[in-house]
């Protein structure tokens, strides 16, 4: 049994930038790569050009710079897509798309600083507050430690939020944009799933940012942008409700059904094991509808209250339900998918890896919101 890759859609204005059909090539080289990827914790430099080249870094990045300007729904096919390889490749092409949306929030100078060269940059994102800056003649000195910035090892930038004390009430929250070079990194990254990330720890000591290469944290929260009339680079943030990090595990569990598939033959193909892996693959497909009607929302610029709420709903339920999925098939497969050497169980490791994201939890990023949607405030 295999599972198809999804067929290239079609972008709001009207063409396909081609993504899809690379993500589909990167797929295929992901997987040939994953399990030296999953065992040296680090993906090879082969697969992360891949996914400089495939268009992902340029695919939220305005024309005027080379941009692909790209749909929300065709990143979310192709970070599908690369997932059924290798959960840890799409983790990471998702962020590299995402993270230049960020990005888009920077004034005019900080756009031709990132991609005044090439639309390809990739930048990694510390979105958690931590570390502190302090306001200084021509921009910001920025001081910290941020943990779990995927993608770290092979960024040409990163972005970090920081508190910035002065005044009364608490310190406003401001991004950071710093090049590479100018931070280290440290290698703390050690899950049991989704090792190839190189979700690492960036320490910044006493840095000088430029006033171009800062914003306000509220203009990304809000979904204001004044540098940028592109569409995608104004949308609230809450809006995005998690498909940052879904699309991968949507990917990673399809990439479990067939991996699953593929054990559950011979003495172990019954009825038992037939009805569990159809159990799971209800759940996958279910978990995928949302997450597609997750990205319709945002490409139809559907910033109701109710909308918004419910993709942070569809994303926190959908990896439950991947969860749930990825446990059925592990059953069904036995002992022998769980060999070192099968895929299925470093899709089992990935999937309960990135279902424990933060943007992911029901009770962070889902239960306040969409309950006042369904049952009004509380009083």
């Known amino acids: 049994m295999s599972v198809d890759a999804p067929a290239a859609p079609v972008t709001a204005a ?28 680090a993906l090879s430099r082969e697969v992360t050009e891949a996914i400089r080249e495939a268009g992902f870094a340029r695919h939220f990045v305005a024309a005027r710079f080379g941009g692909s300007e790209g749909t929300f729904a065709e990143l979310t096919d192709a970070v599908v897509s690369v997932g059924q390889g290798c959960a840890a490749s799409a983790w990471c092409a998702s962020l590299a798309a995402y993270s230049a949306r960020f990005a888009s929030h920077l ?6 600083a990132l991609w005044g060269a090439s639309p390809d940059t990739v930048v990694a994102t510390g979105l958690m507050p931590a570390g502190r800056a302090r306001a200084v003649d021509g921009g910001w000195k920025v001081t910290g430690r941020w943990s779990y910035v995927s993608g770290i090892d092979f960024a040409d930038w ?11 009430g608490p310190p406003r929250l401001r991004f950071f944009t710093l090049p590479r070079g100018t931070y280290t990194v ?38 204001r942008n004044a540098t940028s009339g592109v569409p995608a680079h104004n949308v609230p943030f809450q809006a995005v409700g998690g498909l940052t990090f879904i699309a991968p ?8 059904l067939t991996a699953c598939a593929g054990s559950v033959t011979g003495r172990r193909r019954n009825e038992t094991a037939e009805l569990t892996v159809v159990r799971a693959s209800g759940r996958i497909d279910a978990a995928r509808a949302l997450v597609g009607q997750n990205a319709e ?12 709420a419910r993709n942070e709903r569809n994303a926190t339920y959908a990896a439950e339900s991947l969860r749930e999925a990825v446990t059925l098939l592990v059953g069904a497969a036995g002992t022998g998918g769980l060999g070192e050497e099968h895929a299925l169980q470093r899709f089992w490791r990935d999937i309960t890896s990135a279902a424990s994201h933060v943007a992911l939890q029901y009770d962070t990023a889902a239960r306040k919101n969409y309950s006042a949607v369904l049952l009004g405030p509380a009083e």
């Open 158 to 168: 990163v972005m970090l939020c920081a508190a910035v004390p002065g005044g009364e």
């Open 186 to 223: 440290q290698e703390t990254w050690d899950s049991v799933g989704m090792r190839a990330t190189g979700s690492h720890t960036v320490v910044v000591d006493d840095v000088l940012v430029p006033a171009h290469l800062s914003f306000d944290r509220a203009d990304m929260l809000s979904g």
């Open 14 to 41: 009207g063409g396909d930038t081609g993504l899809v059909a690379a993500a589909d090539r990167l797929r295929l080289l992901a997987a040939l790569h994953a399990p030296a990827a999953d065992t040296g914790r």
């Open 249 to 256: 595990v949507v990917g990673a569990a399809l990439g479990a």
């Open 107 to 112: 004034p005019e100078e900080g756009h031709q």
């Open 297 to 308: 929302v945002l490409d139809g610029r559907l910033f109701t209250p109710e909308h918004m």
